[in-house]
């Protein structure tokens, strides 16, 4: 079994900057495209940003220069710089991570999400 784990969710205010954290643990071959996603209330899941194995990125219009994706692959964790916030950015925020387990190395790969983390930009 595979769990992510988000954390570094808060309160900040407009202009203000957060750190999130998402490690994946458990019974892992490989980790391939990891990737933050939000939810704010009445709304869909939208994509804020993935990043693949070897570093390749992509980004949502709207955080495109605000948000930074990166990964630490020895740790299994993804993090999302968040700079230049705006209310609009408030949201849950999830992480999924896209996986193989050692039974059946890389010919099956999963996807697991996180339990998501409260993100609140307001003054």
């Known amino acids: 079994q595979v769990q992510v784990v988000e954390s570094g969710g808060g309160l900040v205010q407009p202009g203000g900057s957060l750190r999130l954290s998402c490690a994946a643990s458990?019974?892992?071959?490989?980790?391939?495209?990891m990737g933050w996603y939000r939810q704010a209330p009445g709304k869909q899941r939208e994509l804020v940003a993935t990043?693949?194995?070897?570093?390749?990125?992509n980004y949502a219009d709207s955080v495109k220069g605000r948000f930074t994706i990166s990964r630490d692959n020895a740790k299994n964790t993804v993090y999302l710089q968040m700079n230049s916030l705006k209310p609009e950015d408030t949201a849950v925020y999830y992480c999924n991570a896209d996986f193989s387990v050692p039974t059946y190395g890389s010919a099956r790969v999963f996807d697991s999400w996180g339990q998501g983390t409260q993100v609140t930009v307001s003054s």
């Open positions: 990043i693949t194995n070897g570093g390749s990125t």
């Open positions: 458990g019974s892992i071959f490989s980790i391939y495209t």
